[in-house]
């Protein structure tokens, strides 16, 4: 179950509890990790993510059809800069969700899904990544943010009830939605801020990687 109460400051060792979980915007690059960190789920987190335990042929082509012109995906890297979660904030039609149809006036409804890789999970890490994407909607004049999940999702579910999002049940199945606040000149700057410190802390990652690099293959230290 994912919990608000973390410690720390970078993504290190996944026992360790972090306070500071660096949330960045992912793009058409970053489309390869996106790759690995979904393949890497087991049989029973892909279920709970996709509501069903896809094999690898319909997870690549999950990842292959994802849309970042339209869609927005967040990351969490850890020091190695593998992706160790992933929230998904897809916009949809209005009327491409019967079921969400009453919920908004907007044209589009954002429907937001998350996966955090076992040794992260308990860290908050799911609950940081969904404020990102309700932050986000709200900035993009999006009113409505909509999570679809098994009821034995227990993570999905705390975090929908911890968000005090409105929650329909229905064969072991979940809608849940939460009515956003509109955008403010705070709500903006936050997110600017937010994704120029993610920005940075994944640039000191990879050159410290290279630097690191470099060093093992200097002369003398390889077999040191």
């Known amino acids: 179950m994912v919990t608000n109460e973390i410690s720390g400051n970078v993504l290190g060792d996944p026992q360790v509890p972090h306070s500071s979980v660096r949330i960045k915007e992912l793009a058409e690059r970053d489309r390869r990790r996106l790759l690995l960190h979904f393949l890497s789920l087991d049989e029973q987190e892909r279920l709970l ?15 292959q059809k994802i849309n970042f ?18 929230g998904h904030l ?8 019967p079921r969400m149809a ?7 409804i954002a429907e937001f899904g998350v996966s955090v890789l076992a040794p992260y999970c308990g860290q908050g890490i799911g609950t940081r990544l969904f404020e990102r994407a309700a932050m986000h909607c709200r900035n993009e004049d999006i009113d409505t943010l909509t999570m679809h ?5 227990a993570a999905m579910m705390h975090i929908a009830t911890k968000a005090g999002m409105e929650i329909r049940r229905d064969h072991g199945e979940a809608d849940a939605y939460l009515k956003l606040p509109p955008a403010n000149p705070a709500s903006v700057l936050l997110e600017v801020f937010e994704e120029q410190a993610a920005s940075l802390d994944y640039t000191l990652k990879a050159n410290t990687r290279t630097l690191d690099r470099f060093i093992k293959n200097l002369p003398g230290v390889k077999d040191s």
């Not at 993510?49 to 990842?63: C, K």
């Not at 009453?102 to 589009?108: D, F, G, L």
């Open 49 to 63: 993510r996709f509501g069903s335990a896809l094999p690898d042929e319909l997870v690549t082509r999950y990842v």
């Open 69 to 86: 012109s339209r869609d927005v995906v967040f990351g969490v890297y850890d020091d190695t800069l593998k992706l160790v979660a992933v």
């Open 90 to 97: 897809a916009y949809t039609p209005r009327g491409a969700l």
């Open 102 to 108: 009453n919920a908004t006036a907007r044209e589009r």
């Open 149 to 153: 999940c098994l009821t034995s999702n």
